[in-house]
C-alpha cells in the first residue's frame, strides 16, 4: 500500500512554487485553519472561503482548501458560531479540514497570479509594474571525487538547481586535488585514518537563490559519497529574478480602445467592465494588476502603459489616470478567480512529478458579490 501522504508533504511543495516569505509583511498567508499532519484526501481550490466553499469541499471528500484570500485577514477576539466567519471556523473543526492561503505571495511570485493574467492577454516583452525585491543569489561550490561527479551534478539538477535566467542545468566544473588526512574517529569512504591522502576532485559550480539552499544541502548530502562533503555558499552581487505586483507588456497587434476592451470582457468572461479614458486611444503596451490596484497608476504610467487593467478603482485615481492620459478597465476583484484553475494546475504538477493521486477541483461557486444588471 502506499505510504500516507501529510498535508505538510503537500504544502512543503507548495511552497517551492510560491514561497510565502513572498508576501507583505501586513498580509496573512500560509496556515489558517487547521492541522498539516493529517492524512490529505484532496484540495480544492477558491479564490475566497465561503460557507458554501466550506460544503463544497465536505461534498468533494477533499481535506485541503487552498485560497487566494485569506480568511482570517484580521485578527479575531472570539468565535461566534452566528457570524459567517465563526461557522465557516466550526464547519472546518467538525469536518477536519485546513484552510491554507497564499495571497500576495502568489501576486508577486514569478509565474503567479499577475504572470498568469498577462499570459491570457498574451503580453509579451514583458517586465514587472511595480519592482519591489530580487532573489538574492548564492554561488554554490561542491567538491566531489570523479566517480559520483555525474550522480551528485543530476541529483541537483532534477531538484531545479542550475536555472539562469531562461537556462536550466547550468554548471560549471573543474578539475583539481583535494587532499585530508582521516582522524582516529573518522569513518573515510577513501583513506586510512591518519594517512594524508591526495584525491582528484571536480568542483561544480552552480548560482542558485536562497530559498534552494536547504534542498540543495540535502541532496548534497543524500548523494555524496564523504562523510564529510566539502561545499561552499558564497553570496553574490549579482541580481537574481524581479519581484513585485503587476505586469507590463505589448500586445502583437495594436488595437482600437473599445476593440481592445471587448477582447478583455471575452478573454475573461466578463459580462461587463468600467472604463475610462479616450476611445481614440490606440492600445500596443497594456499593464494589468489583479486586486485593487488604484494605488499603482503611476506606476502603469512610468512604464508608459497605454491602459491600465485592474480592480477595484475609485473616481480620483480614475480621474487623475484619465488626465494623465491613461486609459483605465476597471475588470473588478473577480478576474482574480482565473487563479481557481491556476492553483488546480500547480498542485496537479506536484501531485504527477510525486506521483501522487488525489481528487484535486476547482471551486464551483461564485464569491463574486457583484452583479451586472
Ligand atoms: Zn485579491
Known amino acids: ?42 484540495v480544492l481550490t477558491t479564490l475566497d472561503v465561503t460557507e458554501s466553499v466550506i460544503d463544497e469541499a465536505i461534498e468533494q471528500g477533499v481535506n485541503l482548501i487552498i485560497s487566494h484570500h485569506p480568511i482570517m485577514f484580521k485578527p479575531m477576539k472570539k468565535i461566534d458560531f452566528s457570524t459567517m466567519k465563526g461557522r465557516i471556523i466550526k464547519k472546518c473543526l467538525l469536518n477536519d479540514l485546513t484552510i491554507f492561503s497564499a495571497h500576495t505571495n502568489y ?24 519592482e519591489e525585491d530580487s532573489s538574492t543569489l548564492i554561488k554554490l561550490q561542491v567538491f566531489v571525487p570523479n566517480t559520483h561527479k555525474q550522480m551528485v551534478d ?24 583535494g587532499r585530508f588526512q582521516p582522524t582516529e574517529k573518522a569513518n573515510p569512504f577513501i583513506g586510512t585514518s591518519g594517512a594524508r591522502e591526495a584525491v582528484e576532485e571536480i568542483k561544480l559550480e552552480y548560482v542558485i537563490t536562497r530559498e534552494q539552499v ?11 559519497p564523504y562523510e564529510t562533503p566539502a561545499f561552499d555558499l558564497i553570496p553574490l552581487l549579482n541580481t537574481g529574478k524581479v519581484f513585485g505586483l503587476g505586469r507590463v507588456g505589448d500586445l502583437t ?5 473599445d476593440q481592445f476592451v471587448e477582447r478583455v470582457k471575452s478573454i475573461f468572461g466578463l459580462q461587463g467592465v468600467r472604463v475610462a479614458g479616450s476611445k481614440d486611444q490606440v492600445i500596443k503596451r497594456v499593464a494589468i494588476l489583479g486586486g485593487s490596484g488604484e494605488k499603482f497608476v503611476m506606476d502603469a504610467l512610468k512604464k508608459k502603459a497605454d491602459v491600465y487593467i485592474t480592480g ?47 481528487p484535486i477541483v476547482a471551486s464551483k461557486g461564485h464569491t463574486n458579490p457583484f452583479r451586472y444588471k
Open 253 to 257: 497587434e495594436s488595437l482600437p480602445f
Open 214 to 224: 536547504s534542498v540543495a544541502l540535502a541532496t548534497i548530502h543524500s548523494t555524496h
Open 107 to 130: 501576486d508577486r511570485v514569478n509565474g503567479g497570479m499577475n504572470d498568469r493574467l498577462a499570459d491570457r492577454l498574451g503580453l509579451i516583452n514583458r517586465e514587472v509594474l511595480v
Open 312 to 358: 477595484d478603482m475609485t473616481f480620483h485615481p480614475t480621474q487623475d489616470a484619465e488626465a494623465l492620459g491613461l486609459n483605465i478597465i476597471d475588470a473588478g476583484h473577480y478576474l482574480e478567480s482565473v487563479m481557481k484553475e491556476d492553483f488546480k494546475q500547480i498542485s496537479q504538477s506536484i501531485f504527477t512529478k510525486k506521483e501522487w493521486d488525489y
Open 1 to 42: 500500500m502506499n505510504k500516507a501522504v501529510y498535508i505538510k508533504d503537500f504544502l512543503q511543495a507548495f511552497e517551492a512554487v510560491v514561497p510565502e516569505r513572498l508576501a507583505y509583511d501586513w498580509d496573512a498567508v500560509g496556515l489558517q485553519i487547521g492541522d498539516i499532519n493529517t492524512p490529505l484526501t484532496g
Open 154 to 177: 543530476q541529483a541537483l539538477i532534477n531538484m531545479g538547481i542550475g536555472t539562469m535566467g531562461d537556462y536550466e542545468a547550468c554548471v560549471y566544473e573543474m578539475t583539481g586535488t
